[in-house]
């Protein structure tokens, strides 16, 4: 069974940059879907970044151009690098990983069902 461990959270500048990582504990990764989620105070839980087993990415527009996910499958530990950040990307963001993949809807929470427990970014 597949457990993930977000890390790499904080509190920075707008502009600033931040790199996140999702240990993957349990099998191999490199069959499953994985995305960066993030739920800001008082929304819900929306998508950012999204790798599928292919390697091919996609991004929320909000955050194209600014946001790169990544990952490293030797390490199991996949990366979500944040430059330019806005105080409207503050959030927890989340890890999430699923074995039906590929996904028509990448960046649909619904369609994930194993997740970390969350790290704070705060963009001030």
């Known amino acids: 069974h597949v457990q993930l461990v977000e890390s790499g959270g904080g509190s920075v500048p707008a502009g600033g940059s931040l790199r996140l990582s999702c240990a993957v504990n349990?099998?191999?990764?490199?069959?499953?879907?994985m995305g960066w989620f993030r739920q800001a105070p008082g929304k819900g839980r929306e998508g950012v970044a999204a790798v599928n087993r292919m390697g091919i990415t996609t991004y929320a527009d909000s955050v194209k151009g600014r946001f790169t996910i990544s990952q490293d499958r030797a390490k199991d530990t996949l990366y979500l690098q944040m430059d330019g950040l806005k105080p409207e990307d503050t959030a927890i963001y989340y890890c999430a990983a699923d074995r039906v993949c590929p996904k028509r809807q990448p960046h649909d929470p619904s369609e994930y069902n194993i997740w970390g427990r969350g790290t704070q970014v705060t963009v001030s």
């Open positions: 349990g099998p191999s990764f490199k069959d499953y879907c």
